[in-house]
């Protein structure tokens, strides 16, 4: 009998871990993290299939890519008023939390005084003489131009107490 030698299998092209990073920009660890997603096949002695690994990697790229430039604008938009906020705190922009509170705590004093100066003196009504759809539209008007006036002194109430405690 004759003995034939059997010809070795021809194995797929392999890439290392250290070539694939440098060509795709990316450390190993992220390689090894995406194999372990199964975005990628794993590798084998430190070793990635080539083609599969490499079509599947523009894959991943086409299809979250995308999303990964999302994310990212995000991130650096939150982190860009993360240190605007930090800058105008360090800057004094901001005033003490205890001090609006008690600026505030003010205005519900000052909105019942201005309330009660309206209803008395500008909108006296004399529920006598009014019928009841007069009287409705009478209180609507009246409720709407108070709480306008009122709204509008409160304001600038809380305005000019907190630009003294500047």
Same mark, same amino acid.
């Given at each position: 009998?004759?003995?034939?030698?059997?010809?070795?299998?021809?194995?797929?092209?392999?890439?290392? *871990?250290? &070539?694939l990073?440098?060509?795709?920009?990316?450390?190993? /660890? /992220?390689?090894?993290?995406?194999?372990?997603?199964? +975005?990628?096949?794993?590798?084998?002695?430190?070793?990635?299939?080539?083609?599969?690994?490499? #079509?599947?990697l523009?894959?991943?790229?086409?299809?979250?890519?995308e999303?990964?430039?999302?994310?990212?604008?995000?991130k650096?938009?939150?982190?860009?008023?993360?240190?605007? !906020?930090?800058?105008?705190?360090?800057? *004094? +922009?901001?005033?003490?939390?205890?001090?609006?509170? #008690?600026?505030?705590?003010?205005? *519900?004093?000052?909105?019942?005084?201005?309330? $009660? #100066?309206?209803?008395?003196?500008?909108?006296?009504?004399?529920?006598? &003489?009014?019928?009841?759809?007069?009287?409705?539209?009478?209180a609507? $008007?009246?409720?709407?131009?108070?709480?306008?006036?009122?709204?509008?002194d409160?304001?600038? !109430?809380?305005?000019?107490?907190l630009?003294?405690? +500047?």
């Amino acid at each position: 009998m004759k003995k034939t030698k059997s010809m070795p299998t021809p194995q797929p092209a392999t890439i290392s *871990g250290e &070539q694939l990073a440098g060509l795709c920009n990316l450390t190993k /660890r /992220r390689l090894y993290q995406l194999a372990e997603e199964q +975005k990628i096949p794993p590798a084998e002695n430190g070793n990635f299939p080539m083609l599969t690994t490499i #079509r599947r990697l523009f894959e991943f790229y086409q299809r979250d890519g995308e999303t990964l430039q999302r994310e990212k604008m995000l991130k650096t938009t939150a982190e860009r008023k993360l240190r605007e !906020h930090e800058l105008a705190k360090i800057q *004094g +922009k901001y005033l003490p939390k205890e001090d609006v509170v #008690r600026a505030a705590a003010g205005i *519900g004093l000052k909105i019942r005084a201005v309330l $009660t #100066r309206k209803l008395c003196h500008d909108f006296p009504i004399s529920v006598e &003489q009014a019928a009841p759809q007069e009287l409705k539209a009478l209180a609507r $008007t009246t409720v709407h131009d108070i709480g306008q006036s009122a709204a509008a002194d409160a304001l600038e !109430h809380l305005k000019c107490e907190l630009l003294a405690i +500047k």
